[in-house]
């Protein structure tokens, strides 16, 4: 079955379709992109469990190697499956905030719990109301990307959507870091 041929029997993905491919599994976040409510939010609470369990088990090195091959395949999954689904970015779509704060969460670590609580918080506001730069970002993806859902996309264009998919949640997690590291600053001078 293609993608298309897919797409048109799709109008909401369920947890069977979602599962019926690794690929979508993944793009869904082992299906915590099908929640009702905040997909994204989801998946970033799974991504922030994974983490914390990979963290138990492999080093911050292992632990980059994972997130920087799924930032990079995650250009493809997300890309293939949003042409399956016929939609730009669609919101169920969560690979892109768990690698994105996973990434992010290296970056800060070790820090306290309330530290990763507050950069779960950033995170979300910055990926959910996209400010500036991340805005940006998104509406120059959107804008150029353009889904003829009577042609198949080229490998090119799936890998470009997913790029696009990912990068402003990239930015999301940058400005999450800077806002934190901002805080920390000010704190030290005050102390």
């Given at each position: 079955m293609s993608p298309k041929t897919s797409q048109s029997a799709i109008t909401k993905p369920n947890?069977?379709?979602?599962?019926?491919?690794?690929?979508?599994?993944?793009?869904?976040?082992?299906?915590?992109?099908?929640a009702p409510f905040a997909p994204g939010t989801a998946g970033t609470l799974w991504a922030w469990a994974i983490f914390l369990l990979g963290q138990s088990f492999l080093s911050t090195e292992q632990l980059l190697w994972?997130?920087?091959?799924?930032?990079?395949?995650?250009?493809?999954i997300c890309g293939r499956v949003s042409e399956e689904l016929g939609k730009k970015d669609f919101g169920g779509?969560?690979?892109?905030?768990?690698?994105?704060?996973?990434?992010l969460l290296i970056c800060l670590m070790p820090t306290h719990f309330w530290v990763q609580l507050l950069?779960?918080?950033?995170?979300?506001?910055?990926?959910?109301?996209?400010p500036g730069p991340i805005g940006w970002i998104d509406a120059h993806f959107k804008k150029i990307e353009a889904i003829d859902s009577t042609t198949p996309s080229?490998?090119?264009?799936?890998?470009?959507?997913?790029?696009?998919?990912?990068?402003?949640?990239?930015?999301?997690?940058?400005?999450?870091f800077l806002t934190l590291?901002?805080?920390?600053?000010?704190?030290?001078?005050?102390?």
């Open positions: 947890l069977q379709w979602v599962f019926a491919s690794p690929i979508r599994a993944l793009a869904f976040g082992f299906g915590s992109g099908l994972i997130v920087g091959i799924g930032l990079l395949l995650g250009c493809w779509i969560v690979w892109d905030e768990m690698v994105a704060f996973c990434l950069a779960f918080a950033l995170f979300r506001f910055f990926d959910a109301v996209k080229s490998s090119r264009q799936i890998l470009w959507r997913g790029f696009g998919i990912i990068a402003d949640d990239l930015a999301a997690a940058l400005l999450t590291a901002l805080a920390h600053a000010g704190l030290m001078v005050l102390s």
